[in-house]
């Protein structure tokens, strides 16, 4: 059973930076390929980045590319989320991710809490 501890987020003024970390468990992380999303109150859960076994990372999030970076450390079975220049609109509950090979994204976690404001 795979499970997710989200952390690293909280309140930060317009243009600031945040670093959310993901440990992952039940598993090996070099197994599956990682990903990002967030998710705002009456709307659908948003693709962000994700990185594939091979560390290629893909933006699904137009809005994010230049601001934010995924990585990953298999040896810490932790993912992370280095998240720059931040928007208010970047407010959201953020889950991290992981995709067996050929299958969807489909474990979730509690997710963690980004707030940017002023």
């Known amino acids: 059973q795979l499970q997710f501890v989200e952390s690293g987020g909280g309140l930060v003024q317009p243009g600031g930076s945040l670093r959310l970390s993901c440990v992952v468990s039940?598993?090996?992380?070099?197994?599956?390929?990682v990903g990002w999303f967030r998710q705002v109150p009456g709307k659908q859960r948003e693709g962000i980045l994700c990185?594939?076994?091979?560390?290629?990372?893909?933006y699904y999030a137009e809005s994010v590319k230049g601001r934010f970076t995924i990585s990953r450390d298999n040896a810490k079975n932790t993912v992370y989320l280095q998240m720059n220049s931040l928007k208010p609109e970047d407010t959201a509950t953020y889950y991290c991710s992981v995709a067996p090979p050929g299958e969807a994204y489909h474990y979730w976690g509690q997710g963690t809490q980004v707030t940017v404001s002023s």
């Open positions: 039940g598993d090996t992380l070099n197994y599956y390929a």
């Open positions: 990185m594939s076994r091979a560390h290629n990372s893909a």
